[in-house]
């Protein structure tokens, strides 16, 4: 079994769900209960990046190891995803200076788009991790330029 690879993939789903309710609990006006879950969410998030990071520097990524008609596909949804997690990231940050700064005419614009994108980002690396691990498990692990190229 890959316990890195779970535990970061239960801890994106887990920053998502926070999101999720969140950004409820905003819309229905609970500021308190928003920031606790915003927090939350983002404290899951970075122990998935810390974990995701660590396992990258000392293991590399796997490689798609699924039939060669897939591979194409498999890519463009990975580099699709990779992206969006690395703008959804740059927007946390941003959301969160907004908020820290208590600059709420900002945070309000800015949150539900990167609340949005975080929604996106969370089920997206579950499909890369079912794809992986579970479909098609058995890829090599090599350092993340190959995996992401195919190389």
Request: glycine share 8%.
């Amino acid at each position: 079994m890959h316990v890195l690879p779970t535990i970061s993939t239960m801890f994106i789903v887990i920053s998502a769900i926070f999101v999720a309710f969140g950004w409820y609990q905003i819309r229905k006006g609970n500021r308190e209960t928003h920031t606790k879950l915003m927090i939350a969410g983002a404290i899951s998030a970075l122990i998935f990046f810390t974990i995701y990071m660590s396992r990258t520097i000392f293991q590399g990524n796997t490689s798609f190891d699924g039939p060669e008609s897939l591979k194409l596909a498999y890519h463009i949804f990975l580099f699709f995803h990779i992206t969006l997690a690395t703008v959804g990231a740059v927007f946390g940050i941003v959301t969160l200076i907004l908020a820290y700064k208590k600059n709420w005419i900002r945070h309000r614009k800015v949150g539900p788009i990167t609340a949005t994108i975080w929604l996106f980002v969370a089920p997206t690396g579950v499909v890369v991790y079912i794809l992986l691990y579970i479909l098609f498990p058995g890829g090599e692990t090599k350092p993340l330029i190959d995996a992401i190229f195919g190389l």
